[in-house]
Nanobody, 116 residues
Framework: VQLVESGGGLVQPGGSLRLSCAAS????????MRWYRQAPGKERELVAS????????YYAGSVKGRFTISRDNAKNTVYLQMNSLKPEDTAVYYC??????????WGQGTQVTVSS
C-alpha cells in the first residue's frame, strides 16, 4: 500500500493550495479516505473525511467553509482544496486510509506553510 501526498508549499495568508494523495496497492474505491494535519508541538488532528463513493464528507470546524475534500476513484486520488488559508493552517498534511474504526495506512505527509 502506498499513499503519496503532493501539492504542499509556501503560500501567503488568504491564498489557496490543492493537495493530492495518490493511492495504490488496495481497492481505493472501497475505502473512506481522510486528511489529517500536525502542527509543530501539537497532536495530529482530523481535517476532513470522505466516504468511499464520495457521497458524504466531514470537516473539522476550523476548516469548514474553506477546505473541500474530493476524490476521483478512476484516478485513485483524493484531494484537499484549501482556500482562504490562515497562518494557523501551517502543518504537515497527511492522507490516510480509514477502515474498521481506525487508520490503516498513512502517507508520508506534505508541508503546508502559510506566511507572509
Amino acid at each position: 500500500v502506498q499513499l503519496v501526498e503532493s501539492g504542499g508549499g509556501l503560500v501567503q495568508p488568504g491564498g489557496s493550495l490543492r493537495l493530492s494523495c495518490a493511492a495504490s496497492g488496495f481497492t481505493f474505491s472501497s475505502y473512506t479516505m481522510r486528511w489529517y494535519r500536525q502542527a509543530p508541538g501539537k497532536e495530529r488532528e482530523l481535517v476532513a473525511s470522505i466516504t468511499s463513493a464520495g457521497s458524504s464528507t466531514y470537516y473539522a470546524g476550523s476548516v469548514k467553509g474553506r477546505f473541500t475534500i474530493s476524490r476521483d476513484n478512476a484516478k485513485n486520488t483524493v484531494y484537499l482544496q484549501m482556500n482562504s488559508l490562515k497562518p494557523e493552517d501551517t502543518a504537515v498534511y497527511y492522507c490516510a486510509r480509514y477502515t474498521g474504526g481506525s487508520i490503516r495506512d498513512w502517507g508520508q505527509g506534505t508541508q503546508v506553510t502559510v506566511s507572509s
